[in-house]
């Protein structure tokens, strides 16, 4: 089984910034890709940014000039770093781990609350 859990949501003012990590653990995959989503009520959920296990990135149109994704050198842990936030950032982020080869399985975490006050 393969946990995945998200830390270091919170309340920011407009302007500010604020860092997310997620950590996978147990029986993790050879190759995995993990990544940021984030979710208003009623919207579907949008990729932020994600990385592969080569370090390739890709970032989702939210992200791009503001946000950084890294990953530590255990490999596991991942880090999203967000500045210049607006209230339009408002919303749930959650860590997706991706397994890259067959059958592709899809593990979510329970998502961290980000609010962005005007």
């Known amino acids: 089984q393969v946990q995945v859990v998200e830390s270091g949501g919170g309340l920011v003012q407009s302007g500010g910034s604020l860092r997310l990590s997620c950590t996978a653990s147990?029986?993790?995959?050879?190759?995995?890709?993990m990544a940021w989503y984030r979710q208003v009520p009623g919207n579907q959920r949008e990729m932020v940014a994600k990385?592969?296990?080569?370090?390739?990135?890709q970032y989702g149109d939210p992200a791009k000039g503001r946000f950084a994704i890294s990953r530590d050198s255990d490999k596991n842990t991942i880090n999203l770093q967000m500045a210049r936030l607006t209230p339009e950032d408002t919303a749930v982020y959650y860590c997706n781990l991706r397994e890259d080869l067959f059958p592709f399985r899809d593990y979510w975490g329970q998502g961290t609350q980000v609010s962005v006050s005007s």
């Open positions: 147990g029986s993790l995959p050879n190759v995995f890709v």
């Open positions: 990385i592969f296990s080569d370090n390739y990135i």
